[in-house]
């Protein structure tokens, strides 16, 4: 065995660097792991524009109220239930409502706008009071007074029963009943001493929409030392671009107000289980073994109550006392019942973690308990912390709304978007925009941060790390 | 020697073994959930009996005599469970002499029914919807349910539940029709509230439906089947449904809890008179017994459901071991 072959004269050339045509790298530029996460988020485009949208509607509730500055607790009986306009006009009428029933022995003193059916106005028909008058029925011992939106079909279709007069020859109505300025179809039936026979009488009245003088430099819309100069004419209404709910408060007003609650709730409580998880089953993911067992047979328990029924009783077990709002209460519940899957989620990733190869070389190194869960084990969950985070708000944001709506949530006065839902589901047959803009408003933010979660996800699965975005 | 004995023929059969284990945790969980209700309630600030009307002490002493409330907190938590363990959750506080367990058994079949036909809409919606997009994958239609799905999850149940009787309205309006549009007088009255409350499972089921559907697309088992010459149709049907449908046994646990809860807010909107609706109202009249029977037996049932549903899916699926 000797090398008696001679090697192949090598010049010293030969290793000298490549100086020809540079090669194109074969590697993209090294990204670290947020780098990499973020660069597949901006290339999510649901992602990005929920991103977006999540950022706008904290900037609506944050410094929404700055811009539109409306008191929302601030009642405005004159306009309740008002659907979404910019230039509502109102007539000034006097606050004294000058009206006296009419008989037939006055009839004369009134001017009269006669309608076909013997039926006619009196005065200015608004929506503070309608008054009308009709030919007396010969033989009638009173009359019936019925009000419909509609062209009433039959007798048996005259809308709702307003009121009956007793004497047969007081032939006038005053109605005063939650008006508003819409057609209205009033029908009057006489009765006789026999009952009431297949005869009435319908007339169609336009109510104007109005104010009075009082509510109108009560509210501030006219000055108080010229106000005699604004009756009867017509005046601008304060702008509600969203309408008024059932005491006339300004709904863009009530849902910034009440997005505060709702999104306190949905960032603060997840924020604090999301920490309290992580904390548990960190420890519990760590410690392994028995004590790894017990505390998640705990875990276990807690996941296996009933969630709602244990939020609802919670929630009333904390109680609220007077002048509170309800929010904390539902805070520590949500807390309390919603750490346990996260502590499980962590300690599921904390014992996969724990047998990698670079934590074992760091131990063998000499580290700490201290530095290997700063440097080793925290980093490597903050990507499933976030993604944990992100998919708890929708859901917490929709446990509070759940609450509110069924009356366990917050207090009134105090708004938050489940709550007015509830407030304008007794309105819905016909005012349908009280429930449909807070509803819209959950269902926007729930939407948001839920494909943000699915993008948070899709970034940061390592899985999927590989493959080219 | 006996000992070993009995061990052995547990060995002999594992799945008695594991439903024996299951039913034993499950008994943890529920004394667990007892137990939290129990202090939960004693935590409220107030008793049931301050809310009445002004009653002199004498009547009061004899009241809190009749209902408990005068021994200690540990006793009566010994008399609470020892009833539980009996099947009896005593008598409702603010219905006179209205036994908690009549109020579960007349309320709870009504729940049930809603329940059991919720499930039935959103398994039905879910796979059929689910397996029409995963066929058309990418095409208009996938695109539009998908879209749905989204929306759906993205909606509370109250808000469908309300917009839904809007709808029933707008319809008995226009056709001249009398669908009912609350209470409960007869199954018809279910439908829409069942449709609404299974919408959140119906698309979660979509989901799962589509994603399993696709995963299957390149098993080895369909590229025989297309080899052997069957056609898309047959092999969808024979081949890929019947593998994706496992996937979507394993929701129904979850689904059944979701569907038992979500019936709170249904049956209010709805006036269905059922075990939800009862459960609110005990809460706003802090009725303590019906809460806390309420609570125990709908705890006992979740509980008792999981297990039975994970049991079933050993029997569906042989592959999937129940038993470790």
């Known amino acids: 065995m000797s090398y008696d072959r001679e090697l192949p004269a090598i010049d010293k050339t030969e290793f000298l660097p490549y100086s020809g045509r540079k090669q ?36 609506f509730t944050l410094i929404g109220d700055k811009i539109w500055r409306v008191d929302p607790y601030a009642q405005d009986l004159t306009q309740i239930s008002s659907p979404p306009s910019f230039n509502k006009k109102a007539l000034v009428i006097p606050d004294k409502i000058h009206y006296q029933p009419v008989y037939l022995s006055n009839l004369e003193d009134y001017t009269v706008k006669t309608s076909s059916t013997g039926m006619s106005i009196i005065g200015t028909p608004t929506t503070q009071f309608i008054a009308f008058k009709w030919q007396p029925v010969a033989g009638a011992k009173g009359y019936q007074i019925f009000r419909h939106e509609y062209l009433p079909h039959g007798i048996d279709d005259l809308g709702v029963p307003l009121g009956t007069n007793d004497s047969g020859d007081h032939v006038s109505y005053l109605d005063a009943l939650r008006l508003e300025p819409i057609d209205y179809f009033y029908s009057v039936i006489p009765i006789f001493e026999e009952g009431q026979l297949n005869q009435y009488s319908t007339i169609k009245i336009t109510a104007a929409n109005a104010i009075a003088l009082g509510d109108a430099v009560g509210l501030g819309i006219i000055p108080k030392h010229q106000k005699m100069h604004y009756l009867g004419k017509v005046i601008n209404l304060p702008a ?8 006339g408060r300004d709904m863009l007003a009530r849902l910034i107000e ?11 409580a997840p924020l604090i289980f ?14 392994g073994g ?13 996941i296996a109550l009933p969630f709602l029924l244990f939020m609802i009783l919670f929630k009333v077990a904390f109680g609220i006392g007077p002048g509170e709002s309800g929010i904390f209460p539902m805070l520590v519940a949500l807390i309390l019942l919603s750490w346990p899957s996260v502590a499980r989620l962590i300690r599921g990733q904390v014992l996969q973690l724990k047998e990698m190869p670079y934590i074992e070389s760091s131990k063998l190194m000499g580290a700490g308990v201290f530095h290997l869960t700063l440097k080793h084990m925290l980093p490597n969950v903050t990507g499933l912390l976030l993604v944990t985070f992100t998919f708890a708000i929708p859901s917490a944001i929709f446990t509070e709304a759940f609450l509110s709506f069924i009356g366990m949530g917050v207090v009134p006065p105090t708004p938050s978007w489940g709550s007015l839902c509830n407030d304008g589901i007794q309105t819905l047959l016909t005012h349908p925009h009280e429930l449909i803009f807070p509803a819209l408003f959950i269902s926007i933010t729930v939407l948001a941060f839920n494909l943000l979660g699915d993008g948070l996800r899709d970034a940061f699965d390592v899985k999927t790390k590989g493959e080219r975005p | 020697m006996n000992h070993s004995s009995a061990q052995n023929t ?23 959930i007892a137990t939290a209700t129990f202090f939960g309630m004693h935590m409220i600030p107030g008793d049931p009996l301050s809310s009445e009307k002004q009653v002199s ?85 996938d695109h539009l349910i998908m879209i749905m799905v989204i929306l759906v999850v993205s909606v509370p149940g109250f808000v469908f539940a309300a917009l839904s009787q809007l709808g029933i309205m707008k319809v008995n309006d226009l056709l001249h029709s009398n669908f009912p549009i609350a209470g409960f007088d007869g199954i ?80 209010m909107v709805f006036a269905i008179p059922g075990l939800g609706k009862y459960f609110v109202e005990a809460v706003q009249q802090l009725d303590y017994t019906v809460i806390m029977g309420t609570t125990v037996f709908y705890g006992g049932f979740l509980v008792i459901t999981v297990i039975l549903v994970d049991i079933f899916y050993g029997w569906v699926d042989p592959r999937i071991q129940v038993v470790k």
């Open chain 1, 24 to 59: 194109d790298p074969i590697q993209r530029p090294s990204a670290n792991y947020w780098q990499q996460a973020f660069r597949k988020l901006k290339a999510n485009f649901p992602a990005l524009i929920s991103l977006f949208i999540i950022i706008g509607l904290l900037l």
């Open chain 1, 240 to 247: 509600h671009p969203l309408g008024t709910d059932y005491l």
């Open chain 1, 258 to 268: 009440g997005g505060k609650t709702s999104l306190f709730i949905g960032l603060v």
């Open chain 1, 274 to 287: 999301v920490f309290l998880g992580l904390l548990y089953g960190g420890i519990s993911g760590f410690l």
């Open chain 1, 290 to 302: 028995k004590a790894d067992e017990i505390m998640m047979r705990f875990v276990d328990f807690i």
């Open chain 2, 10 to 32: 547990l060995k002999k059969y594992p799945l008695l073994t594991y439903i024996a284990k299951r039913l034993v945790s499950g008994l943890i969980a529920i004394w667990f």
């Open chain 2, 57 to 141: 002490p004498q009547i009061r002493k004899n009241l809190e005599a009749r209902y408990g409330l005068d021994k200690p907190l540990l006793t009566q938590y010994g008399i609470f469970l020892k009833n539980i363990i009996k099947g009896d959750f005593g008598i409702s506080f603010t219905q006179e002499n209205r036994k908690v367990n009549d109020i579960i058994r007349e309320h709870f079949p009504i729940s049930a029914l809603l329940g059991l036909l919720a499930l039935f809409f959103a398994s039905l919606g879910g796979i059929g919807l689910g397996a029409l997009a995963a066929f058309h994958k990418n095409q208009l239609s």
């Open chain 2, 188 to 267: 018809t009255y279910l439908i829409v509230p069942a449709i609404v409350l299974g919408l959140g499972t119906l698309a979660y089921i979509t989901r799962l439906m589509r994603s399993s559907l696709l995963d299957i697309e390149s098993a080895d088992y369909i590229r025989t089947a297309k080899a052997k010459g069957l056609s898309n149709g047959q092999i969808f049907v024979k081949h890929k449904l019947r593998n994706a449908l496992l996937p979507v046994v394993t929701v129904l646990g979850p689904a059944i809890a979701g569907i038992t809860t979500g019936g709170l807010v249904v049956e």
